[in-house]
Structure formats: structure tokens, C-alpha cells
């Protein structure tokens, strides 16, 4: 991923709706959920959520497929993924984020506030 859909991905999840309803729509795995269901779930006017949808929907992070007369939205599980592989690209230095990773992060991290 390049940096500039990783911004509109996380200016997409900054706002509380939008991570409400992107965290509901991971859970709820590839089949996702109807509209009508992530607004009952969350407590969302259908008004408010037909624009965090399309924000959502984007920045890549929702796939809508039409199922009848329902739109059912699902998260775009590649996007995450590429999301959290952008973040943590040069974790630990470029090193794994594995038990030994993490504690030379730790070790570095200890090093330099000291």
C-alpha cells in the first residue's frame, strides 16, 4: 500500500461511526450485514450511516454487493491487511515482530530513554 490510500483509510477511521461500523462489519466476516442491520447494531440514523458507508466504501475499506433489494456491506479484508502490513512495514526496525522482535524494540526503546 502507498501512503496515500493509507491516509484515506485512516481518515476514514477517524471518525467514531465509521470505526464502529468498520469494527462491526469485521466481525460479522466476508458475508457482512445489510445496512439496516449495522444501523440497528450500532444505534445509527440510516441517514448518518448511508454517509459513513460511502466514506468507508472509498477508501477501499467496505465492499457494497446488492442481494435483492438489500445492499449488504461487507469489510474489504485485503485493504486491512494491506493497512496493517503499511504500519508495521519497518516495525522493530526492519526486523520481525517475533518474542526475540519485540524485545529488541524493547531494548531499544529501554536504551533510549535512559
Known amino acids: 500500500m502507498d501512503t496515500k490510500p493509507a491516509i484515506a483509510a485512516l481518515a476514514a477511521l477517524a471518525q ?3 470505526l464502529a461500523t468498520y469494527r ?3 466481525q460479522a466476516g466476508p458475508a457482512g450485514l445489510p445496512a439496516t442491520r449495522i444501523a440497528e447494531a450500532l444505534g445509527v440514523p440510516p441517514s448518518s450511516l448511508s454517509f459513513h458507508l460511502k466514506e468507508l466504501s472509498h477508501a477501499g475499506l467496505v465492499i457494497p454487493r446488492q442481494d ?5 456491506y461487507s469489510a474489504n479484508f485485503d485493504t486491512m491487511n494491506a493497512l496493517l502490513g503499511f504500519l508495521t512495514e519497518n516495525c ?6 517475533t518474542p526475540v522482535g519485540n524485545a529488541a524494540c524493547n531494548s531499544a ?3 533510549a530513554t535512559s
Not at 435483492?68 to 449488504?72: E, L, N, Y
Not at 522493530?92 to 515482530?97: A, K, Q, S, V, Y
Open 24 to 26: 462491526l462489519l469485521v
Open 68 to 72: 435483492g433489494r438489500f445492499i449488504i
Open 109 to 111: 526503546v529501554v536504551g
Open 92 to 97: 522493530c526496525g526492519g526486523n520481525p515482530c
Open 16 to 18: 467514531e461511526s465509521r
